[in-house]
Nanobody, 123 residues
Framework: QIRLMESGGGSVQSGGSLTLSCAAS????????MGWFRQTPGKWREGVAF???????TYADSVKGRFTISRDNDNRTMSLRLNNVKPEDTAIYYC?????????????????WGQGTQVTVSS
């Protein structure tokens, strides 16, 4: 059974830090591009950060320099470190895997999703 499970969400003050984790099982994790998306009510699911099977990473401009994505292939986990968070980072954060397409920022091009974890940043 394919499964992605996020953890680490919570409430944090503006300027603070938080680390999200995603645990994967049921598929060939090491071969897949993995990513983090976020979504707020009434808005499109936004691509945040991505890490390829070879460890190379890509970030949305809105989080570049503040967020860091990493993966541990031995433990089949992926993390997103959020530094210097802002109120506009408040969202449900989703882990995604199995990118099939040409635009890694498109949520339509991922086959596997976690259930999401809430991040709330207060000013």
């Amino acid at each position: 059974q394919i499964r992605l499970m996020e953890s680490g969400g919570g409430s944090v003050q503006s300027g603070g830090s938080l680390t999200l984790s995603c645990a994967a099982s049921g598929f060939a994790y090491n071969d897949y591009c993995m990513g983090w998306f976020r979504q707020t009510p009434g808005k499109w699911r936004e691509g945040v950060a991505f890490v390829n099977a070879d460890g190379t990473s890509t970030y949305a401009d809105s989080v570049k320099g503040r967020f860091t994505i990493s993966r541990d292939n031995d433990n089949r986990t992926m993390s997103l470190r959020l530094n210097n968070v802002k109120p506009e980072d408040t969202a449900i954060y989703y882990c995604a895997a199995d990118h099939m397409g040409t635009n890694m920022f498109s949520p339509l091009e991922y086959n596997y999703w976690g259930q999401g974890t809430q991040v709330t940043v207060s000013s």
